[in-house]
C-alpha cells in the first residue's frame, strides 16, 4: 500500500497468485514430469515439420513416436492453426508448422 492507503496496481496481481499458490500446495511430482515430457513431444513433431511437409507415419518414423500419439498432437496443432496441410501423399496428408 501506498501512503494514502492504496493498493500499487502491479502488487495485487502478485499477492493474488501467491495466495492461490498457498492455497493450492505443493506441485504433484507426477504432472510436472508429465508436462515436461509432453512439451519434448510437441517440439519433437513441430521441429520434424519445420522445413518440409511430412505425413502422419513419417512423422511418426522420424520421432520415434507411434502414429496414435502423432495423430493426436496434429490434430491439436490444426485445431489451433499451428500447422497447415500440404496436400495429400497417397492415402495420408502432408503437414507442415505455419
Do not use: C, H
Amino acid at each position: 500500500m501506498n501512503e494514502r492507503g492504496q493498493t500499487q496496481k502491479g502488487n495485487y496481481a502478485a499477492d493474488q497468485i501467491k495466495a492461490a499458490r498457498a492455497r493450492r500446495g505443493p506441485s504433484d511430482p507426477a504432472k510436472i514430469e508429465a508436462y515436461k515430457l509432453s512439451k519434448e513431444i510437441q517440439a519433437k513433431i513441430l521441429e520434424a515439420i519445420a522445413d518440409q511437409a511430412l505425413t502422419v507415419p513419417e512423422i511418426a518414423e522420424a520421432t520415434n513416436l507411434t502414429t496414435s500419439q502423432v495423430w493426436w498432437w496434429i490434430t491439436g496443432f490444426r485445431k489451433y492453426g499451428m500447422v497447415q496441410d500440404e496436400g495429400k501423399r497417397g492415402d495420408y496428408i502432408a503437414y507442415r508448422r505455419k
